[in-house]
């Protein structure tokens, strides 16, 4: 029998979700990057036109976290496009409370998201990881992943707000 | 030389499909192209598009030797930051060789740069191969940073077989 439940996020859960999200940046070092708000995670995944999906883990009750939560997990994803297969599954966080950990809730979580790809018509499910970032990678290849930025070389650039502007003038 | 930017429509999908074969062809990778202007055409042409799309026209007297008009695109969607909310990711920007030269990456880039602005995206996301040396040089001038020399991100990916298992492994509700 399962000691957890793992279900689409709804409105109520932002402020979980938020928190999550911080635990997680402040493991990858970058916590004070974290500038999103609840109030823009509501809009932006329950409003009009959603930019992402979310998927919980929640426990019951009586096994909520030392701290009093029963979120303890989450995964964020949304759909991307290819121009050579068409629509993927991009992972953007997936988070799992420490003291959570080794009981198979990350995996499942991977698993509904795999399925979920599927059913979607995803030819593929992407995502970056830090390379210092060994146990996540090791989870991931040992399910199969590949490395693309190590196999064919792909990096990852970002132009912030302030250049956006100097060229979107005219 | 005239150009002129605009958004794709459906009809435009075969010169999309026609450019995307060109720049695969480029980055060494042709026979990675799976789906053809069909798909695109599905995909960008919904009610839930999957990506938006620019294209960059040259009037009749410029065609190319082969008679087409559509000499550029930018494809791009909206993505999400968990740190920082709404972004753009730029996934395809090309220009035909004999059209490079005369601004029109820029323009098409451009574009895209004031759709995210107006769409309250607060960055504008790309990747690029490690060799491509002329595209690296355009980016970085316009202020892309390398994310993953800085901060070592790494892209992978679950597709075919590994997927597969994955999805037949998932809990039942």
């Known amino acids: 029998m399962s000691n957890f439940l793992l279900r689409k996020a709804e409105p109520k859960d932002v402020s979980d979700i938020l928190r999550l999200i911080k635990e997680l940046a402040k493991f990858e070092k970058m916590e004070e990057q974290v500038i999103l708000t609840e109030k823009e995670l509501l809009e932006d995944g329950f409003g009009d036109h959603p930019f992402y999906h979310c998927v919980v883990a929640e426990v019951p009750e009586d096994k909520q976290s030392s701290d009093g939560y029963t979120v303890i997990g989450f995964a964020m994803y ?34 509904v998201l795999s399925e979920t790809a599927v059913k979607t018509r995803c030819s593929s499910m992407h995502f970056i990881v830090a390379e210092w970032n060994k146990p996540s990678i090791e989870f991931y290849k040992r399910r199969g992943a590949s490395d693309l930025s190590d196999e064919e070389g792909w990096r990852l650039y970002a132009i912030e707000k302030n250049d956006l502007l100097k060229i979107s003038a005219k | 030389m005239n150009f002129k930017v605009r958004a794709a429509r459906k009809e435009d ?7 995307i074969m060109e720049l695969a062809v480029y980055e060494k990778m042709p026979d990675q192209v799976k789906i053809s202007h069909e798909e695109l055409e599905r995909d960008g042409f919904s009610p839930n598009p999957f990506y938006e ?12 030797k082969d008679g087409y008009t559509i000499v550029g695109y930018v494809l791009y969607f909206y993505t999400y930051s968990t740190w920082k909310g709404r972004s753009v990711y730029m996934e395809d920007l090309y220009v035909m060789p004999d059209f490079r030269g005369k601004g029109i990456g820029k323009g098409l880039m451009a574009k895209v740069a004031q759709v995210g ?36 991100w790494h892209f992978l990916r679950f597709d075919g077989q590994s997927l597969d298992t994955l999805a037949k492994e998932a809990p039942k509700d």
Not at chain 1, 83 to 103: A, N, T
Not at chain 2, 13 to 19: A, Q, T
């Open chain 2, 53 to 64: 799309c620019l294209i960059a026209e040259v009037p009749d007297e410029h065609k190319t």
């Open chain 1, 78 to 111: 949304y759909f991307t496009y290819d121009p050579w297969i068409g629509k993927l599954l991009y992972l953007e966080d997936f988070y799992v409370m420490k003291e959570f950990r080794g009981s198979g809730i990350g995996s499942d979580i991977l698993k």
């Open chain 2, 117 to 152: 602005v107006e769409k309250q995206c607060v960055r504008l996301q790309l990747s690029v191969l490690d060799w491509n040396k002329p595209s690296l040089d355009f980016y970085v001038a316009k202020g892309a940073e390398d994310l993953t020399a800085k901060e070592g």
């Open chain 2, 13 to 19: 999908c075969k010169d999309i499909s026609r450019m």
